[in-house]
């Protein structure tokens, strides 16, 4: 299921260099006009983050209560994005994208640490690298209002992607602390 996952989200997190060579090029399908791929395109990256969130919840749980660091990291990737985006809009002709794409996706995928996707801050997800008690540093990504302290830190539902990466789904209101339904948990970081 993790190889399954780790894939998908570097699809979702990469897909944008095609979706910007594809409305550079000005690529039509058949009776769709150019600005209908464009928006299929569009769409495509979208859909890929909300199945990612999907399958997210088959993953193993662990809970993280308390930590010594914890600092928002969701301005820390637009150069890489930036960089990704001149890449595909400089690329020359198709085959070069298709080299450009295949070389940032496996870095992606096989670096497994470049999970950032732009999609996740418009469905409410932030960015954190946190470091724990023990002094694991653990990168999570987290839905809901920013955190800014250490006291803030209460996640007894973190689904696990890989050995430095976490991501929490969903927020109970009732004690302020990230909780999932999952009774399955592994032990805390």
């Keep these: 299921m993790n190889a399954l996952y780790n894939l998908l989200l ?106 950032f996707n732009p999609i996740y801050l418009l469905f409410g997800y932030h960015y954190y690298h946190i470091k724990t008690n023990g002094g694991t540093k653990v990168f999570a990504i987290i839905k809901g209002k920013v955190i800014r302290n250490c006291s803030d830190v209460n996640f007894k539902c973190l689904k696990r992607i890989n050995d430095s990466t976490y991501l929490v789904i969903r927020r109970e209101h009732n004690d302020d602390a990230y909780i999932c339904k999952d009774t399955r948990e592994g032990e805390g970081k």
């Design 10 to 115: 570097s699809l979702s997190a990469t897909f944008w260099m095609v979706v910007l060579y594809g409305i550079k090029e000005k690529w039509s399908i058949g009776a769709l006009s150019t600005w209908m791929v464009g928006l299929l395109l569009l769409i495509i990256p979208v859909i890929l983050s909300g199945l990612s969130l999907c399958i997210a919840r088959k993953l193993a749980t662990y809970s993280l209560h308390e930590c010594e660091e914890v600092t928002l990291a969701d301005n820390e990737f637009v150069p890489t994005y930036l960089g990704y985006f001149f890449a595909a809009l400089s690329a020359p002709d198709r085959m070069t994208m298709i080299f450009l794409f295949g070389i940032v996706f496996a870095f992606t995928f096989l670096l497994k640490t470049q999970y």
